[in-house]
């Protein structure tokens, strides 16, 4: 299974944001190549999963404190993204852990959608609210 690179079109410009992405993207990547060697149903597959969870949900909160905090535009479409892309992690995660042996791959995929339209939508958007808005 192929890796997801990082793209200079993912920077955001506000650097938190882009250090988490880039995290985010590391853990991704690791999965998927443990995924993609057939390395799964092992403690530290499973525990990669459960920290891209954690990260995940980390990360939207903030984003979502960041977005309520200075009232910004389009925040309900991007908390219900944030709703979305979490769905999505718990279910290839329980699906993982009932034994599904497709679900890391299949999950795995949903993070290319997300670095496309999350990532570089409504992210972008954030940072250049968040920055116009710090600068003042």
């Not at 993070?111 to 920055?131: I, M, Q, T, W």
Request: glycine letters at 6%; proline letters at 1%; hydrophobic letters at 40%.
């Amino acid at each position: 299974m192929n890796a997801i690179p990082w793209r200079e079109d993912y920077d955001t410009g506000f650097q938190r944001m882009d250090d988490e992405h880039r995290a985010l993207l590391q853990i991704v990547n690791e999965l998927f190549a443990k995924s993609g060697e057939g390395i799964t149903r092992t403690l530290e597959f499973d525990n990669g999963l459960m920290e891209l969870n954690r990260r995940l949900q980390a990360h939207f909160t903030q984003e979502e404190k960041w977005m309520k905090e200075h009232d910004a535009l389009n925040a309900q479409e991007h908390c219900l993204d944030h709703h979305w892309i979490l769905s999505g992690a718990r279910w290839f995660t329980e699906s993982y852990f009932k034994g599904n042996a497709q679900a890391p791959g299949e999950g795995l995929m949903v993070f290319e959608a997300y670095f496309e339209k999350h990532l570089s939508g409504y992210d972008k958007e954030l940072a250049d609210f968040l920055r116009a808005r710090l600068a003042r």
